[in-house]
């Protein structure tokens, strides 16, 4: 069975910083393509960035320079290193293997 548990998230203010962790089992990990998806109050589901098993990564244009996805294949995890946030980067945010997503980490950006 394939789990997913991200942690991470919590308030914090405009500029600030959060490191989202995924870890991953029930899965050979390091063959699967990994994306972190969000979805803020109101709005749908959003891909906010994917890597590829050797690393190559993709980012949507709103947080290009911003955030950083990462992974671990060895611990199984997947991260992402949100800086520089805005209150629009607001949301539950999700990892994601196939259609398959973790129960979510709230990210709240608000002075």
């Known amino acids: 069975e394939v789990q997913l548990v991200e942690s991470g998230g919590g308030l914090v203010q405009p500029g600030g910083s959060l490191r989202l962790s995924c870890v991953a089992s029930?899965?050979?990990?390091?063959?699967?393509?990994m994306k972190w998806v969000r979805q803020a109050p109101g709005k749908g589901l959003e891909v906010v960035s994917v890597?590829?098993?050797?690393?190559?990564?993709w980012y949507v244009d709103s947080v290009k320079g911003r955030f950083t996805i990462s992974r671990d294949n060895v611990k199984s995890t997947l991260y992402l290193q949100l800086n520089s946030l805005r209150t629009e980067d607001t949301a539950m945010y999700y990892c994601?293997?196939?259609?398959?997503r973790g129960q979510g980490t709230q990210v709240t950006v608000s002075s």
């Open positions: 994601a293997v196939d259609d398959t």
């Open positions: 890597i590829n098993p050797s690393g190559g990564t």
């Open positions: 029930g899965f050979t990990f390091h063959h699967y393509v």
